[in-house]
């Protein structure tokens, strides 16, 4: 089972409001990361979470505020977005973050707009 | 700094050829992962095949192998027999350490029915 799960698929919210992503996995990864797409771009690294603790930070915006309640969980708040944040939020996990292999599995995203 | 180039924005290939996507990558490191994935419209970021630098041998999965030359910098995915869902934009990753994955800017593979 190589599952990871996000929802909403789809979310749209207003500059003013705060909403959540949320991601889980149960395959026992010990790694989660979130990703940022933009149209017919690369998905680019936004955060890192390894054995539960935020290990890398790609120099987000403080209006994005990720937290790892536990291993399976990953959440995304978002608050006092813009437009120009409206992308495709994937999130991935990996069973070993200290294997240089490690390999990424992805979820199916969350399309975001921001009105 | 790591980078990975697809040269190809787009592809295209008729129902049950054979296609290669090309991929480069610039590194010093000498120890690294590298990867293929595919997004289909449904948007997921799904793994087709992977191969350690250290490895020799090409990695194959099924219809999908690769042409890994280190020394070039050269990861080329090679599709044979294609089918229709394997249209998708295709990402080549390129991974020198824990967590670090970076990808190309993608190639758009349209299959001609």
């Known amino acids: 089972d190589t599952e990871v799960t996000q929802t909403p698929k789809h979310l749209v919210m207003g500059m003013t409001n705060k909403k959540s992503l949320k991601c889980e996995q149960h395959?026992?990864?010990?790694?989660m990361y979130w990703y940022k797409q933009k149209a017919k771009k690369p998905p680019e690294l936004m955060f890192v979470?390894?054995?539960?603790?935020?290990?890398i930070n790609e120099s987000v915006p403080s209006r994005f505020s990720p937290e790892c309640p536990n291993s399976s969980l990953l959440n995304l708040h978002l608050h006092a977005l813009q437009p120009e944040d409206s992308a495709l939020y994937l999130c991935a996990s990996s069973q070993d973050p200290g294997r240089r292999t490690d390999t990424q599995y992805f979820g199916p995203g969350t399309r975001l707009t921001v009105l | 700094a790591q980078t990975v180039t697809q040269s190809q924005p787009e592809m295209s290939v008729q129902e049950a050829e054979t296609v290669t996507l090309s991929c480069t990558y610039d590194?010093?490191?000498?120890?690294?992962?590298l990867f293929w994935y595919k997004q289909p419209p449904s948007r997921q970021m799904i793994l087709v095949i992977r191969?350690?630098?250290?490895?020799?041998q090409n990695a194959t999965e099924n219809r999908f192998s690769v042409n890994f030359q280190k020394a070039a910098k050269s990861f080329s995915l090679k599709i044979s027999d294609s089918q229709l869902g394997d249209a998708a934009m295709y990402f080549c990753g390129f991974q020198w350490g824990a967590q670090k994955l970076v990808f190309g800017q993608g190639t758009r593979l349209t299959i001609n029915p």
């Open positions: 590194t010093s490191e000498s120890d690294y992962y």
């Open positions: 191969q350690e630098a250290y490895k020799q």
């Open positions: 979470y390894s054995y539960e603790k935020l290990s």
């Open positions: 395959m026992g990864h010990r790694a």
